[in-house]
């Protein structure tokens, strides 16, 4: 299943709301992951489920969608939410979105 | 604490072969499913394949299934990739982690690369 995530990078401002989307080519039920991956680290795990927050992740990530459509919210943008965002679906065997880069403008 | 570590990488020659280990501490690994994942120098991410906890069910990523295998020996807490027949697009970097179709532990990475 094609995952797609737009945008590729995207430049917000400190306290900012920012939304990330990612498009699932065929219906994935709320079977879709997000992880953030800073630079020179491994991945961690942000949501689960669509829209079920991992232990220990702040309260300004959420998550949100079904079916093929789905965004990352990340409420308030802080300086360490610099990183590489991917979406993973795992309703059929499992594939990776190809990332959205955040930066702080 | 959680904690994976990857070893094995390195620089590798086209057609050889090349075991990747993972040792887990901080949680029962005998309990849990384990997965690899790769990511290529363009960032893309591939799933590999998992294995059961008890070692006794794996699975593949088509693409990759005949080239690749996965193993664990639960007494050394240690998960394995076994890499043969390399070729140039696997050059990677071979993430090990904690798996129930989501990954909620990563290793920090072994880098891998084909080249002659």
């Known amino acids: 299943i094609q995952m797609t995530q737009s945008p590729s990078l995207l430049s917000a401002s400190v306290g900012d709301r920012v939304t990330l989307s990612c498009k699932a080519g065929?219906?994935?039920?709320?079977?879709l992951a997000w992880y953030q991956q800073k630079l020179g680290e491994a991945p961690k795990l942000l949501i689960y489920?669509?829209?079920s927050l991992q232990t220990g992740i702040p309260s300004r990530f959420s998550g949100s969608g079904s079916g093929t459509d789905f965004t990352l919210t990340i409420s308030s943008l802080q300086p360490e939410d610099v990183a590489t965002y991917f979406c993973?679906?795992?309703?059929?065997?499992?594939?990776f979105g190809s990332g959205t880069k955040l930066e702080i403008k | 604490e959680v904690q994976l570590v990857e070893s094995g990488g390195g620089l590798v020659q086209p057609g050889a072969s090349l075991k990747l280990s993972c040792v887990a501490s901080?949680?029962?690994?005998?309990?849990?499913?384990m997965s690899w994942v790769r990511q290529t120098p363009g960032k893309t991410m591939e799933w590999i394949g998992d294995?059961?906890?008890?070692?006794?069910?794996?699975n593949y990523a088509p693409s990759l299934k005949n080239r690749f295998t996965i193993s664990r020996d639960n007494a050394k807490s240690t998960l394995y990739l076994q890499m043969s027949n390399v070729r140039s697009e696997d050059t990677a970097t071979y993430y090990c982690?904690?798996?129930?179709?989501?990954?909620?532990?990563w290793g920090q990475g072994a880098s891998v690369t084909v080249s002659s």
């Open positions: 982690n904690r798996y129930n179709y989501v990954m909620d532990a």
């Open positions: 901080g949680f029962t690994f005998s309990d849990y499913w």
């Open positions: 294995i059961k906890y008890d070692g006794s069910y794996t």
């Open positions: 065929q219906n994935i039920n709320n079977y």
């Open positions: 489920n669509a829209n």
């Open positions: 993973q679906q795992y309703n059929s065997w499992t594939t």
